[in-house]
């Protein structure tokens, strides 16, 4: 049983009967809200997750979009926005490039097949650019 209850982005109850997963539910629910130090939020931490995903600190809450591009630091190399939309890791220079939704449709890495057929690619290339 997954639940979405305000103030705690996602809970998963468990148990093997209904019953034990409401209530297993409701027990993360009632530590997730009491969790904050008044604040009314959690300590998200980001834990090498890079699209935008965090865990709370204290009660290990997991909440999606917590985080936006900029507080991780992750820019668009093309337009400099913030995003948490696309990455690719370099492994042999160690570095990460980051992409907007928006520049990931005309940037996105090429595929095999297409390499071999640059104008195909130009063609694919421009007809993306109007959708
Ligand atoms: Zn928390
Ligand atoms: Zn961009």
Redesign the pocket.
Do not use: Y
């Given at each position: 049983m997954e639940v979405y209850p305000p103030g705690a982005a996602f809970i998963r109850g468990e148990g093997t009967t209904p019953q034990e997963c409401e209530e297993s539910a409701w027990a993360k629910y009632q530590h997730?809200l009491n969790?904050?130090d008044g604040s009314g939020s959690?300590?998200w931490e980001a834990r090498g997750y890079r699209n935008g995903a965090g865990f709370?600190s204290?009660?290990?809450?997991f909440g999606s979009q917590v985080f936006t591009g900029e507080q991780l630091g992750q820019f668009c190399r093309i337009c400099g926005t913030g995003t948490t939309y696309h990455w690719d890791t370099d492994k042999t220079a160690g570095t990460t490039t980051f992409l907007c939704e928006k520049h990931y449709k005309t940037h996105k890495p090429t595929c095999h097949s297409s390499h071999n057929r640059p104008l195909a690619q130009l063609l694919a290339e421009l007809l993306d650019e109007d959708s």
């Open positions: 997730a969790c904050s959690h300590d709370c204290r009660c290990g809450t």
